[in-house]
């Protein structure tokens, strides 16, 4: 492995990861209570991250930076979420349909290696075109999914930040992108970053909850929680009123054990 790799695993302890890539990982405290361990890369000599995730491992390659911020109070959970930045090429200019076709063809990369596409729990239950339309149409953070291959024209109306959405055995992983504002011609080559990120069941669920209740975040879980089928209901109510399929047989990922 040279030093321009490194492997990620959820669940590491923060100095355990540091002492095993000396030379790229680096720490410090943006605050008093917590510490961020980071690897950094020149756009002209990026890096290549592994997804330590069992059979659902996988590359992400161009990286620029793979971080990982935790709090003093959680750090029995070690290291509970990555965000990692990446380009889709080496060079930083590239065509918008060959953007839209490297995109594609990673996030099958992603799918065959076990990951399975979530949708949002408040969100309706829909695949192929009907999710594209729903998503670029009416509601970008509804996330999309990768049962469909946009045309060109369609790939530009996918806004910044749409996120693809993934779940494999208790890992939940978010991938999106940003175009540059300036760059926007589909005849003209663009820039695009991708941002990937990785968090544990833990973090994912404590997520539900306001940040300044996490600490408490197992107490409030069930009722936050609740809400979310009843806006699924009714948005599947009225998409099933204009004649919109809903996948029935789609399942949630589990809900975490509270005990």
């Known amino acids: 492995m040279t030093t321009s790799t490194i492997s990620i695993k959820l669940g590491e302890q923060g100095d355990a990861w540091q002492k095993r890539f000396p030379e790229l990982i680096k720490f410090y ?7 961020n361990y980071s690897a950094d890369w020149k756009q002209s000599a ?22 990982s911020l935790i709090a003093n109070r959680e750090a029995q959970d070690g290291l509970s979420k990555f965000s990692i930045n990446a380009g889709i090429t080496a060079p930083d200019l590239i065509s918008h349909d060959e953007a ?3 995109v594609y063809e990673l996030l099958k990369k ?11 729990r408040g969100d309706p239950r829909l695949t192929g075109k009907e ?49 540059e504002s300036s760059l926007l011609d589909p005849n003209k080559p663009g820039s695009y970053l991708l941002t990937f ?17 996490r ?3 197992k ?19 009225t998409l099933k009123a204009q004649g919109i399929k809903i996948d029935e047989t789609y399942q949630d990922p589990p809900l975490p054990n509270l005990k």
């Open 215 to 217: 600490a408490r975040w």
């Open 46 to 67: 990026p890096g290549t991250v592994n997804i330590e995730h069992g059979q659902h491992s996988f590359e992400i390659y161009h990286v620029l930076s793979a971080s």
């Open 131 to 179: 999710r594209f339309n729903y998503v670029t149409g009416k509601d970008s953070t509804a996330g999309l999914g990768v049962d469909y291959t946009p045309s060109v024209e369609e790939w530009m109306r996918i806004e910044n930040l749409t996120q693809w959405s993934f779940y494999a055995n208790k890992q939940f992983l978010n991938v999106y992108f940003k175009r």
């Open 110 to 120: 992603i799918e065959q290696a076990g990951w399975t596409v979530i949708t949002g």
């Open 29 to 35: 405290s943006p605050t008093p209570n917590t510490i």
């Open 197 to 213: 990120t990785l968090v544990s069941e833990i973090e994912h669920f404590r997520g539900y909850v306001d940040s300044s209740d």
């Open 219 to 237: 107490e409030l879980f069930p009722n936050e929680i609740a809400t979310y089928p009843p806006s699924r209901a009714k948005a599947e109510t």
């Open 100 to 102: 839209r076709v490297k």
